[in-house]
C-alpha cells in the first residue's frame, strides 16, 4: 500500500515552482501605509459547519462566535485535501496538494521552503500572528511558525478553552 501510495503521489508532482531571480528587483511599496483590511482565520478542528447558527445550528450554542459570523464574509461550498489537520492546514497554508507540499504523516512536516500564507501576508505588510492549541499537528515543532510575528502554543492539556484561548489573544496582541 505504502509503494501504491508513494506511486500516486510522484505521479501527481509538478515540476517545482520556480524561485524569483536575484537578479529582479523587488516591486516597493508607496511610502505610505496602506490601510490593510483585518483578516481573522478561526481554525475549529472537527467543527461540523451545522453546529453553528449561521449553518443551522442552534443559537444558543457558541453565541459570542454566532454573533461575529453574522457580521464576517464566510466561505460555504469548501472542501479538505485530508481527512486531517495537518495536510488540511499545510494545504490551507501553501495552496498546494498534499502530495506537494508533503506533510502529510505524523513524521512529516511543512517544510521551510514553501511559501506560507503569514509568509505572504507580511510580505504585504500584514502584522500575523497564531494562536495554537494542537501543536502537535500544526505546531512550530511541524513547521506550522513560518511567517507569523507571535506564533503562540497553548500547553497541551490537551486542548485550551476559548476563554483562554481569548484571554491569551487579548494580552499578546496590540488593540486594533
Not at 504585504?124 to 511558525?145: E, P
Amino acid at each position: 500500500v505504502a509503494a501504491r501510495e508513494a506511486a500516486l503521489f510522484e505521479a501527481h508532482r509538478g515540476p517545482a515552482p520556480a524561485l524569483p531571480s536575484a537578479a529582479v528587483e523587488p516591486v516597493r511599496l508607496p511610502t505610505a501605509e496602506p490601510v490593510l483590511p483585518h483578516i481573522v482565520f478561526i481554525l475549529l478542528d472537527a467543527l461540523r459547519a451545522d453546529s453553528l447558527a449561521a449553518y443551522g445550528g442552534d443559537p444558543t450554542l457558541m453565541p459570542e462566535l454566532n454573533a461575529f459570523l453574522e457580521s464576517s464574509d464566510r466561505f460555504v461550498d469548501m472542501q479538505v485535501n485530508a481527512t486531517w489537520t495537518r495536510p488540511s492546514m499545510a494545504s490551507f497554508f501553501t495552496g498546494l496538494l498534499a502530495e506537494e507540499h508533503g506533510a502529510r504523516g505524523v513524521h512529516n512536516f511543512l517544510g521551510e521552503e514553501f511559501v506560507t500564507l503569514a509568509e505572504s501576508l507580511k510580505e504585504r505588510g500584514y502584522r500575523t500572528a497564531a494562536f495554537v492549541t494542537n501543536h502537535a499537528a500544526v505546531g512550530r515543532k511541524a513547521g506550522f511558525a513560518q511567517g507569523f510575528d507571535t506564533f503562540f502554543e497553548f500547553p497541551q492539556k490537551p486542548y485550551a478553552r476559548a476563554a483562554e484561548v481569548r484571554s491569551a489573544v487579548e494580552r499578546r496582541l496590540p488593540v486594533l
